[in-house]
């Protein structure tokens, strides 16, 4: 993984494109910043003007010596930020992340809380964020994702082989539906077997027994293949299967 990161470097050039990042995230002086792949620190610079402290995570080592002339209050970790983020603390995210991570990030967010996210992302996965599918229904359950603007390749060097999109993330504050309620707590157990994590969402978010929450999964029409499947490994037709079935529950 580390060595696909290095190869997925490209480096943002256009001060008016950081600009646009630091005002959607609102920063203020109280802020911890986390910062995902600060490259040549065009973007941590300024952000460390705007708030307490940024902590930037880089995985390319050969870029130590650039990094190391940032203001004081910018920590520097170098490692793979999908391992490091757990253990560091963190109120925003402002970030122009390598495409290769975008989705394992976005899975990583679904479990840390935060006030807001703002990332440079590939035009790619912005689609799949909004058309009909597996990462448009878990976002809608987690997120609120406003697009801040387009972000032509022109903007990178070296130039990367899709355009991008600078999106803001907040927590979705809309109240759930009961069938999403449980449908985000299957999520959050991706590593279970779909049986199982719909047992324990049953037991959490309607307060059932683990029988009677057996007895009320037997009443869902699943195949045995997707019971015994867990959830992180389900397909995209799949996992709307799935969600059908499950935001029927009352």
């Given at each position: 993984?580390?060595?696909?990161?290095?190869?997925?470097?490209?480096?943002?050039?256009?001060?008016?494109?950081?600009?646009?990042?630091?005002?959607?995230?609102?920063?203020?002086?109280?802020?911890?910043?986390?910062?995902i792949?600060?490259?040549?620190?065009?973007?941590?610079?300024?952000?460390?003007?705007?708030?307490?402290?940024?902590?930037?995570?880089?995985?390319?080592?050969?870029?130590?010596?650039?990094?190391?002339?940032?203001?004081?209050?910018?920590?520097?970790?170098?490692?793979?930020?999908?391992?490091?983020?757990?253990?560091?603390?963190?109120?925003?995210?402002?970030?122009?992340?390598?495409?290769?991570?975008?989705?394992?990030?976005?899975?990583?967010?679904?479990?840390?809380?935060?006030?807001?996210?703002?990332?440079?992302?590939?035009?790619?996965?912005?689609?799949?964020?909004?058309?009909?599918?597996?990462?448009?229904?878990?976002?809608?359950?987690?997120?609120?994702?406003?697009?801040?603007?387009?972000?032509?390749?022109?903007?990178?060097?070296?130039?990367?082989?899709?355009?991008?999109?600078?999106?803001?993330?907040?927590?979705?504050?809309?109240?759930?539906s009961?069938?999403?309620?449980?449908?985000?707590?299957i999520?959050?157990?991706?590593?279970?077997?779909?049986?199982?994590?719909?047992?324990?969402?049953?037991?959490?978010v309607?307060?059932?027994?683990?029988?009677?929450a057996?007895?009320?999964?037997?009443?869902?029409?699943?195949?045995?293949?997707?019971?015994?499947?867990?959830?992180?490994?389900?397909?995209?037709?799949?996992?709307e299967?799935?969600?059908?079935?499950?935001?029927?529950?009352?």
């Open positions: 993984m580390p060595e696909l990161l290095q190869h997925d470097q490209h480096f943002l050039n256009n001060i008016n494109v950081v600009k646009a990042s630091i005002k959607a995230a609102e920063l203020n002086k109280s802020d911890t910043i986390l910062e792949g600060p490259g040549k620190g065009i973007l941590t610079t300024e952000l460390a003007k705007k708030c307490k402290e940024v902590i930037a995570i880089e995985i390319d080592e050969s870029l130590k010596i650039e990094l190391g002339k940032l203001p004081k209050n910018v920590e520097i970790l170098y490692g793979n930020a999908l391992k490091l983020i757990d253990d560091v603390h963190f109120n925003k995210i402002v970030a122009n992340i390598p495409y290769s991570i975008t989705e394992p990030l976005f899975g990583k967010l679904l479990k840390i809380e935060f006030e807001a996210v703002v990332l440079l992302i590939g035009h790619n996965f912005y689609e799949l964020l909004n058309e009909e599918g597996k990462w448009n229904t878990i976002s809608n359950l987690f997120f609120e994702v406003e697009k801040v603007m387009d972000v032509s390749k022109d903007n990178f060097e070296p130039r990367p082989r899709t355009d991008s999109v600078l999106i803001k993330i907040t927590p979705r504050k809309k109240l759930l009961m069938g999403e309620k449980i449908m985000k707590e999520i959050l157990q991706d590593d279970k077997k779909l049986r199982n994590a719909l047992m324990f969402a049953l037991v959490r309607k307060g059932l027994t683990k029988n009677q057996r007895e009320k999964s037997e009443k869902i029409k699943l195949s045995k293949e997707l019971w015994d499947k867990r959830v992180m490994h389900l397909s995209g037709v799949q996992f299967m799935v969600v059908k079935e499950i935001v029927k529950l009352d």
